[in-house]
Nanobody
Framework: QLQLVESGVGSVQPGGSLRLSCAASSVSLSDYAIAWYRQAPGKEREEVSCIGGYDDNAIYLESVKDRFTISRDRGGSTVTLQMNGLKAEDTGVYYC???????????????????WGQGTLVTVSS
């Protein structure tokens, strides 16, 4: 069972930047398709971005395109989400999770047995 840990908690003003990281405790993520999700207060969890396991194909939520970038580090051990131009509506708890695949238009489903981590809190406020 893949267990992921998110890091990069932070509080910034609108327009600021944060970098979130996702890592697994005992394996490299180099061959896994990974997605970032977020849950704002009082709202359902939503998919933000995902990256393919073998081709690093990336998909983004429309509202974060051109502001967020998902990538892997050189060794593939972590998946990062670079967030620039942050807005108040980006506030929420961010989670990373394995998905089955990433194709040209969307992120695949999450395994039914997936375990969610604690997430990391991002607060954007003036």
């Amino acid at each position: 069972q893949l267990q992921l840990v998110e890091s990069g908690v932070g509080s910034v003003q609108p327009g600021g930047s944060l970098r979130l990281s996702c890592a697994a405790s005992s394996v490299s993520l180099s061959d896994y398709a990974i997605a970032w999700y977020r849950q704002a207060p009082g709202k359902e969890r939503e998919e933000v971005s995902c990256i393919g396991g073998y081709d690093d194909n990336a998909i983004y939520l429309e509202s974060v395109k051109d502001r967020f970038t998902i990538s892997r580090d050189r060794g593939g051990s972590t998946v990062t989400l670079q967030m620039n131009g942050l807005k108040a509506e980006d506030t929420g708890v961010y989670y990373c999770q394995r998905v089955y695949y990433v194709d040209d238009t969307h992120c695949g489903p999450i395994p039914a047995t997936a375990i969610w981590g604690q997430g990391t809190l991002v607060t954007v406020s003036s």
